[in-house]
């Protein structure tokens, strides 16, 4: 969306496996380290290490108009990079991490080095209201503008036309797709499925967090019917995957109570634009979202039998019911467009320099 709104974007960050220049879509790229997934004192000794050769490692890029930065290790180096390049910071935050709300010393301290970097920041960026209310707002972590930018799906040309599809002659399918984290999610499709007996199946997609699972390859081949169908391409392979599908999986309790309530998924707005329709689960932000707009499916209960209630009062006429409300709702709600992304890129230029009228930001990502 930065690219696409006209700004020279150069990417600086840490990596996950083998992953190249190609999966970030951006030309600069400049790896600071490694970091592994979970391992969180092992990310902050790489930011420490990454914190004093900065100046090296940044000593090719030009100084940039604007500093996004897109978690709170990289707010720490944004920090760093701002004195060096007197430049201001944008502090995005997607995602609130359960060490930042523990009722603890930990959490007080991890909350209290939040607050302090983040008081240079010029706008707090995030994708769900719900953050805001229930974390940056209450505990007073930062004390700026927010900037509200949906986890919309972004294609570089238009999506196609959607169209109202009821699929006889097969099971009903589920798609999860995305980040497969959720143990209790994946336990409770198998319970369900299996009280079904082939009534309903689910597709996996995705990459699977293998450390949140005993045994993740072996859990799904015993289950007759889950399938796991590997990592997709985001966007291109989207309307394929999604127009497999009748329903998508909108339901995380990874961080129950917390973050996977207040969160508003990519998979939400992907399933949406493309005609499935999305489950939630009861007193979350994405079933208040989805009631709001009178879509989807709401469980109330976390459990198998009310799986078969929500799937036994269901039949063909009322899917497609449901599946058009979904399609008669504006394409915007959905997707961003290449208008969305050049008032982005405008909105940040101001932030950054208000005084000049130039429209086009070089950004660090």
């Known amino acids: 969306m930065l690219r696409a709104g006209c700004a020279n974007v150069t990417l600086a960050g840490f990596s996950r496996g083998n992953r190249s220049e190609r999966d970030t879509g951006a030309q600069n790229v400049f790896e600071l380290g490694s970091t ?13 290490k990454a914190m004093l050769s900065l100046g090296r490692s940044f000593r090719r890029i030009e100084r940039p108009d604007l500093i996004l930065a897109r978690n709170l290790e ?26 930042l709300l523990r009722k603890d010393p930990v959490g007080a301290t991890l909350r209290a080095v939040e607050r302090l970097l983040a008081r240079p920041a010029r706008v707090l960026v ?39 599809v009821v699929r006889q002659g097969r099971p009903w399918r589920i798609g999860w797709f995305g980040a497969l984290r959720c143990r209790r999610s994946l336990e409770l499709l198998a319970s369900f499925t299996r009280a079904m007996d082939g009534a309903v199946e689910v ?10 699972f005993a045994d993740f390859e072996g859990f799904v081949k015993n289950e007759p019917f889950i399938r796991f169908c590997g990592p997709y391409r985001n966007p291109e ?22 973050n996977s309530n207040w969160l508003l998924p990519n998979r939400l707005y992907e399933s949406c634009l493309h005609g499935a329709v999305p489950i ?3 007193g979350t932000q994405t079933a208040s979202f989805l009631q709001q707009k009178n879509l989807g499916m709401i469980l109330g209960e976390a459990t198998p039998v009310a799986l078969m209630t929500m799937f036994g009062q269901l039949d063909r006429a009322g899917y497609a019911e449901a599946q058009a409300r979904i399609v008669q709702e504006p394409k915007s709600s959905w997707q961003h467009s290449k208008v969305d992304c050049t008032d982005l890129v405008e909105r940040f230029r101001r932030l950054a320099a208000p005084d ?10």
Do not use: C
């Open 36 to 48: 592994r997934n979970g391992a969180f004192a092992q990310r902050i000794i790489a930011v420490g």
């Open 237 to 258: 392979d989207l309307r394929a995957i999604y127009e497999d599908v009748d329903f998508s999986w909108a339901i995380d309790f990874f961080e129950a109570g917390q």
């Open 356 to 365: 000049q009228t130039d429209v086009f930001s070089q950004l660090v990502a």
């Open 74 to 99: 990289m707010l720490a180096l944004a920090n760093r990079a701002s004195l060096l390049w007197k430049t201001p910071i944008a502090y995005e935050s997607l995602d609130i991490h359960r060490l």
């Open 126 to 164: 995030t994708s769900s209201p719900a953050f805001v209310d229930n974390y940056f707002r209450p505990f007073r972590i930062i004390d700026a503008p927010v900037m509200l930018i949906e986890n919309k799906v972004y294609y570089p040309s238009a999506a196609g036309p959607l169209a109202v």
């Open 280 to 282: 939630a689960m009861a």
């Open 203 to 212: 597709i996996l997609r995705g990459r699977p967090s293998l450390n949140e």
